[in-house]
């Protein structure tokens, strides 16, 4: 069977949860199925080294499109991915996020993380949003199977597409194998002037959805002899309206904006957590819980469906609206060690339900399937994913 990979929606560094769902993922099948041939079509975004951090047997085609431009990246999911794919033989394309080709002589899955543009319609203007919807809507109605990551992921898919619902396969995201080692607890204690405090961690980029605000809002609500430091790690977290608010609630010298910091350093900071506060407004699936858990940190979360469904009964919840109950979780997790305790246990054990290896396992199956239906379903002779 040979793979073909739509990853033109990926810029790396800058694709959030969905790179990580790629390189994972991608990697996880390469190791499980050597005899699998798989081909990566790439957007010009993307250096020649990212493919071979993937896999090393991935071949690798580039299409003339930047994910960095809508109407570039639409032309080439619905009119150069579809001949791509034909002249690479593909038997089946896989779109990994959210949008794919509408036509093409392969079967299609289609993975769907979310529908953000729907959950928070200020993240794009009318005109993105509209087409968003359109794309995502061609997409998923000529899809052969759908992936949704969470079982909210499916249900907020069947509710916009009824259509889509007797095509949907659940398969959860995984966890990666954490490092053996981050930068030292000194050295980062050192660097960003963390001093002996507990530390309250938020690992995001700054996007509206994120909801970072409310932690700046909720550090303020926690008396100044029980404050612990908040610490927000991420891309667009040293943002000057963020520095703003937090001079504004007086909580200046309570937190420290990071901005994007690499593995190494994000590693370290897990690591000397006293907790995770993670208070979107929105989640498909919630990777940054998951990834808390499995460290032992115990977390913090906005009460939504698919945080509810990562973490279990390991995670205190939060409206989402409410600084005052955010205070209030990050204030229990950080002064009642044995909470904080019970909940790092239950953590440790809610994320073994939750691997890569499994989730390669099932998107292979997934594969395996569309192609066998796509090729009864073909008249004699029409050679599905032939040149």
């Not at 593909?90 to 779109?95: F, K, T």
Request: glycine share 8%; aromatic share 4%; net charge positive.
């Amino acid at each position: 069977m040979h793979v073909g990979l739509d990853l033109l929606f990926l810029i790396p560094g800058e694709t959030g949860g969905r790179e990580t769902y790629a390189r994972e993922l991608i990697a996880a099948m390469c190791a499980r199925a050597p005899t699998v041939a798989f081909t990566a079509f790439i957007n010009r975004d993307v250096d020649a080294g990212f493919a071979g951090e993937l896999g090393q047997s991935l071949h690798v085609r580039r299409l003339p499109v930047s994910a960095r431009r809508p109407e570039q990246w639409g032309l080439g999911e619905l009119a150069l991915l579809p001949v791509a794919g034909r002249r690479a033989g593909v038997d089946v394309m896989h779109s990994l996020a959210n949008f794919g080709p509408a036509s093409g002589p392969f079967a299609r899955v289609l993975t769907i993380h979310d529908l953000q543009y729907r959950a928070v319609p200020e993240l794009l203007s009318r005109a993105r949003r509209i087409g968003t919807a359109a794309q995502l809507s061609l997409a998923v109605r000529q899809a052969d199977r759908i992936i949704a990551v969470s079982g909210f992921a499916r249900d907020e898919l069947v509710r916009a597409v009824p259509s889509s619902a007797q095509r949907i396969t659940v398969i959860p995201n995984g966890l990666g194998t954490p490092p053996a080692a981050g930068a030292s607890e000194h050295r980062l204690r050192a660097r960003f002037a963390l001093g002996a405090r507990q530390v309250c961690l938020s690992v995001a980029t700054n996007l509206p959805h994120k909801n970072l605000p409310l932690l700046l809002t909720a550090l303020a609500r926690i008396p100044q002899d029980q404050r612990p430091l908040l610490v927000l790690a991420g891309l667009g977290t040293n943002d000057p309206e963020l520095r703003h608010l937090a001079r504004s609630n007086g909580v200046e010298e309570d937190a420290r904006l990071l901005g994007y910091q690499d593995n190494e350093v994000v590693e370290g900071l897990y690591q000397l957590a006293s907790c995770l506060a993670l208070p979107s407004r929105y989640e498909g699936f919630g990777l940054t819980a998951l990834e808390a858990m499995a460290r032992g940190v115990p977390v913090a979360c906005s009460d939504l469906p698919a945080l509810r469904e990562v973490t279990g009964a390991a995670s205190l919840r939060f409206s989402p609206s409410s600084p005052t109950e955010a205070a209030d979780a990050i204030r229990r997790l950080t002064e009642d060690r044995a909470l904080a305790q019970r909940l790092a246990e239950a953590g440790r054990a809610q994320v073994a339900q939750f691997s890569w290896a499994a989730a390669a396992r099932s998107t292979l199956s997934c594969y395996a399937n569309v192609s066998a239906r796509r090729t009864d379903t073909e008249p004699p002779g029409s050679g599905i994913g032939k040149t």
